[in-house]
């Protein structure tokens, strides 16, 4: 038997050719190798009963690094070292294709200098497998190791992409005794215990001290996001062996991704000013009572607030308060009417802000994507009367353009009714609702209705008020009270952005749609960008 140091002391030794099947001779080798590194277990003789000291702060590593070549049955003895140095609880295990290959120990406490051994002795064929040293509650660190009885070889990977996706660094893996096909569901990421090398694109790509012997799958990716397996015969002794490796975009990953999307608005300009007046046209048709006229409507509402109606109504008619109100709006020139025609126009004058809202992709599998609505423009979603969340399509070409589409829906009037209030109270102090900016319009506080002892002039000031406001709703509600839901259908197509495991982060592109209400349509279109929101973050 032949014992290797690494990173321990130089020296080494060998026994007869027989006592290779002993498992006594191999034991009395390690605890002798052990005992030369200066550590029993891992620990001096004085630092026995010394307890651990916390891993989650420290560092460990192989004293040596790169591939540790073996022959069959050798036995080597491999050296960590942690940092700080300290007593650190260490775990030893095998990884990827270690055959009958073993340790000894498997646990250890390193020395007050942070240093500890293990034995490894090489399984008794070739082979590829990795060593790994674990600190309790701490990090770990990694050594290959090969395994051959006729020497090693070199392989240098040719990864051949013919992808948009950018590429920064290649990596390439061997992994001995298996196949592409076995790796299939694994891929891409890394099989335990493989040969890897890595190298900026365009750079050489050499995968060295490949074991001569099994054949090998040689797997070049570039991050998660592209990768390629080529079934690959075993490698000649000392010789370099060339592997073209086709590399194929890993298909886009959506799943359970949120992203915050905008869509800039550009409508076709006529279209959408028809629109926008029609639906202003209902909103004052509502506001005058829909045939009333203003001050009926107004006194309609405000008998239908008063704590009494059939009483209120009575001394109403009695007491001419139908007159009054007319005089009210004559006297001081008020016309509701017309002054929320010019509210409408000044707020739908340039162009209109965006839809905004959070594009989900698929909960599962087999599930759609969705996107649930923030803002239509100056329309909060939950101010809009329609549905918060709408399912949509989400496909991906495979030049990595995305596809999204589905169908929105709009309340004309609450759109008009949220540009006026954006606009309206950008001015006011904060918290003021535009039904009081209407009902000072309408100076309630002037409004003088006598003749009901049980209403003075500030009840009959509030009345007025809730009587602007409930007008006011009804104006709000006048697409929907006359069935005139608008609908966008609309489609987006735009470059994505991918992480390291091509998810999704973002879209970047253009979107249209027509928006369709009674007869009337008008195209919308503009940018469209949904982005994951941590990458907004950074």
């Not at 000291?53 to 591939?67: K, Q, R, S, Y």
């Not at 809730?466 to 005139?484: C, H, K, Y």
């Not at 007869?519 to 919308?524: E, I, N, P, R, S």
Request: glycine share 10%; hydrophobic share 45%; aromatic share 6%.
């Amino acid at each position: 038997m032949r014992v290797r140091y690494h990173g321990c002391i130089d020296m080494s030794f060998s026994y007869a050719g027989a006592a290779r099947t002993l498992a006594a001779a191999w034991v009395l080798a390690v605890m002798a190798t052990l005992s030369s590194c200066g550590s029993r277990q891992g620990v001096g003789p004085d630092d026995a009963d010394v307890a651990p000291l916390p891993g989650l702060n420290a560092a460990i590593a192989f004293v040596d690094e790169g591939t540790l070549t073996l022959a069959p049955a050798e036995l080597a003895v491999l050296a960590i070292t942690t940092s700080p140095p300290g007593h650190y609880a260490v775990s030893f295990r095998l990884a990827g294709e270690a055959l009958d290959a073993s340790l000894e120990p498997t646990q250890v406490i390193t020395d007050s200098d942070g240093r500890a051994s293990v034995a490894l002795r090489a399984p008794s064929q070739a082979t590829v497998f990795a060593l790994h040293a674990t600190i309790v509650d701490g990090p770990s660190a990694q050594r290959t190791v090969s395994v051959s009885a006729s020497g090693f070889g070199a392989i240098a990977v040719h990864p051949s992409y013919g992808g948009s996706r950018p590429i920064e660094d290649w990596v390439a893996l061997a992994v001995p005794g298996t196949s592409c096909a076995a790796l299939e569901a694994l891929l891409p990421a890394d099989p335990e215990g493989a040969i890897t090398v890595s190298a900026p694109a365009g750079a050489k790509l050499v995968l060295t001290d490949a074991p001569v012997g099994p054949a090998l799958a040689v797997v070049a990716r570039a991050g998660h996001f592209a990768f390629g397996c080529v079934d690959a015969g075993p490698v000649v002794a000392g010789m370099t062996t060339d592997i073209d490796v086709p590399v194929g975009d890993r298909p886009v990953d959506a799943l359970g991704t949120v992203l915050e999307t905008t869509l800039n608005i550009q409508p076709d300009a006529e279209p959408w000013v028809a629109i926008a007046k029609a639906h202003t046209g209902l909103m004052t048709k509502a506001l005058s009572g829909n045939g009333l006229g203003q001050p009926a409507a107004l006194l309609t509402k405000m008998t239908s607030l008063a704590s009494d109606p059939v009483g209120f109504a009575a001394i109403s008619a009695a007491h001419g308060w139908p007159a009054q109100v007319a005089q009210h709006f004559t006297t001081s020139g008020l016309d509701l009417v017309e002054h929320v025609n010019t509210l409408a126009t000044y707020a739908l004058s340039g162009p209109p802000p965006a839809i905004r809202g959070t594009l989900a992709g698929p909960a599962e599998p087999d599930s759609g994507a969705t996107f649930t609505l923030a803002t239509f423009g100056p329309l909060l979603a939950a101010d809009s009367g329609m549905p918060f969340v709408y399912p949509m399509s989400l496909s991906f070409d495979p030049n990595d353009v995305a596809h999204v589409g589905g169908e929105l829906s709009l309340s004309p009037s609450r759109y008009i009714g949220a540009a006026i209030s954006a606009k309206v109270l950008a001015s006011e102090p904060p918290n003021t609702k535009l039904a009081e900016v209407l009902a000072d319009y309408l100076q309630c506080d002037a409004l003088v209705l006598e003749g009901y002892a049980s209403c003075n002039a500030s009840c009959i000031a509030l009345l007025c008020d809730g009587a602007v406001a409930a007008l006011w709703q009804d104006a709000l509600d006048a697409s929907s009270d006359n069935s005139l839901i608008a609908t966008l259908p609309l489609q987006a197509a735009g470059a994505v952005s991918l992480d390291d495991a091509a998810r999704l982060t973002e879209i970047d592109g253009t979107w249209l749609g027509k928006l369709s209400v009674g007869g009337l349509k008008a195209k919308l279109a503009g940018d469209f960008v949904a982005t994951d929101p941590d990458k907004l973050a950074d």
